[in-house]
């Protein structure tokens, strides 16, 4: 059985930081960055925790895929991405309806 995957971008409250990720459990995983499970993990330490953009993937391979796209490109880029589908910069966390 194949399994889905989710790329996402978080940032801090002042939108300084971006964190890129990729996650079978999106609603899991921004949940864990939130409430700082992982208390050495470079979100916690950087206070990332609002969810500002995301894409859905049918398999986790695609979700990976994207991931690395994402990562191997700028900072101007991310932040054209999350504009267009984002242009507060509102946390998406409860729209999530995984």
Not at 3 to 25: C, D, W
Not at 82 to 97: E, Q, R
């Amino acid at each position: 059985m194949e399994r889905g995957g989710y790329v996402y971008i978080m940032s801090n409250k002042n939108h300084t930081v971006l964190y890129v990720g990729v996650t079978s459990q999106i609603r899991n995983r921004v949940w864990e960055h939130k409430t700082k499970k992982y208390l050495n993990s470079f979100t916690s330490k950087y206070n990332v925790d609002e969810l500002v953009y995301y894409e859905s993937y049918s398999t986790i391979e695609g979700a990976i895929y994207r991931e690395k796209q994402l990562k191997a490109g700028s900072r101007m880029k991310k932040n054209l991405l999350i504009n267009n589908h984002n242009p507060k910069w509102l946390d998406l966390f409860d729209s999530l309806d995984e």
